[in-house]
T-cell receptor
């Protein structure tokens, strides 16, 4: 069964360093998303991406964040200069339709020291 | 911002019991999704609802999309230990984002 895959599963970084989280969405999906979940809390929307551009972003997604689809399969989230409060699980998700079923990857745990 | 409230926040139940949880919103949404999340893993889609009043089943799970399009419930029948986890509802109205609820944490006592 097709699935969303994410790498790395866990990344530890120093405050101020750049981090890139990678995702391979399901192959026939057109809408891509990043969410984050701080331990024990709810899943928060960061950004959606469609037709090679950002469709919507939340207030969390400030200038330190960027997304890119560099080729036909990968979808990346870059945090330019990490802060302690960026420590969280980051989930990539994709859907085939704008309001269709949303499928999540296993997540990338980011720890900022 | 838009709020999606789930109740109860957490519940302990005995194995074999039926479980009911719900999700309410102050706004109308056209798509309601229910997810289960195990510790350290990503949310897994359980049921998708697209039509007000729709009742959909997936094995022991049954979910309904409220007629007002502002609520939904999820029932689990004959609970088993592996039903333990956090259940989230999520909604969208085609604004390129899905909003997640606050979650219901389910613990099953064998």
């Amino acid at each position: 069964e097709p699935e969303v895959t994410q790498t790395p599963s866990h990344q530890v970084t120093q405050m101020g360093q750049e981090v890139i989280l990678r995702c391979v969405p399901i192959s026939n999906h057109l809408y891509f998303y990043w969410y984050r979940q701080i331990l024990g809390q709810k899943v928060e929307f960061l950004v959606s991406f469609y037709n090679n551009e950002i469709s919507e972003k939340s207030e969390i997604f400030d200038d330190q964040f960027s997304v890119e689809r560099p080729d036909g399969s990968n979808f990346t989230l870059k945090i330019r200069s990490t802060k302690l409060e960026d420590s969280a699980m980051y989930f990539c998700a994709s859907s085939r339709l704008e309001t269709g079923e949303l499928f999540f990857g296993e997540g990338s745990r980011l720890t900022v020291l | 911002g838009q709020q999606l409230n789930q109740s109860p926040q957490s519940m302990f139940i005995q194995e074999g019991e039926d479980v009911s949880m719900n999700c309410t919103s102050s706004s109308i949404f056209n798509t309601w999704l229910w997810y289960k999340q195990d510790p350290g893993e990503g949310p897994v889609l359980l049921i998708a609802l697209y039509k007000a009043g729709e009742l959909t089943s997936n094995g022991r799970l049954t979910a309904q999309f409220g007629i007002t399009r502002k609520d939904s419930f999820l029932n689990i029948s004959a609970s088993i230990p592996s039903d333990v986890g956090i259940y989230f509802c999520a909604v969208t109205s085609g604004t390129y984002k899905y909003i997640f609820g606050t979650g219901t944490r389910l613990k099953v006592l064998a």
